[in-house]
């Protein structure tokens, strides 16, 4: 494991920036922040701005689970096109080439119908699949600047916290008996804690043999009707299915995400040591409902 001194995070205003920037703080980590604004410099002033970091971290992007309206589709995919992209044709630029990129993507990148880990290549056609794979296209280009870098990409599930994402919305559905399954129940929902996703990715940065694609879900996977029990386990409240008229007018397009089918496992995450303090959906349930 190597001692980090400086990172370069692009997304630090994201929520999952915002834990990660402390996460680092904590460890005496200088964070230098890239903004959105830095992404649309030329290359060399971004470069000029990073260089000397031993890292650069990448969570920019417009969130999947929010009210998707009017072209919201198009603002997800070019906002993480634009910073995969500037930071890799930046680190062309930088003299001191930074000893990792480890960038953020989606878990939703596979298939719906066999069990992936990441040496899968079956890839879906869905929208959140299409952006995966083009994360993944444009992260390669990375290596045609450098070998002395080592590139990261963490596919990860719906990372489920407290305060933001797909959590409060499913928590509030669940406490007036709502937060029955959406389509037929049966649909696994890639997902991890937030304390572990912010772990994972320490992990990884510290990790000098970490390189390549890492899944970052929890090891038992969960269908959406294990989810329903969880919560209603938790609440001690029986739940009813869950309109989906009322669904669609609270999270918009973005509730179809809740119907799509992903089983994922991380085991090179695993076979690298690292351990889920929350590895199934009931531990997930229990320590957020702990957290109020």
Known sequence: MSTLTNVALCGS????GKSLKASLAAKGIKVISIKESDLRMPAPSLAEKIDGTDGIINLHGEPYVAKWKGRYEFDIYCSRLLAIRSIGTAIRYMVTKPQFFITLSNAMIYDKF????EYSNVYGDSFMSEVGQMET?????IKRYTDLTRLVIIRSGYVMSRTWGAYPLLSAF??????????DGYQCIPMVQEDDAIRAI???????????????TIPEMASMNELVKAFSTALDK???RLPKIILQFMAGRSAKLLE?????LPRRLEDAGFAFNCPNVDSIIRSLQKCK
């Open 13 to 16: 205003q994201t929520p999952l």
């Open 114 to 117: 066999e069990v992936h880990d």
């Open 137 to 141: 296209t444009e992260a390669l280009k």
């Open 174 to 183: 669940s406490r007036i008996g709502l937060g029955g399954r959406v389509d």
């Open 202 to 216: 320490n992990f990884l940065a510290e990790n000098e043999a970490a390189e390549g694609i890492y899944n970052l």
């Open 238 to 240: 029986s739940q009813h």
């Open 260 to 264: 799509q089918n992903c089983k994922v």
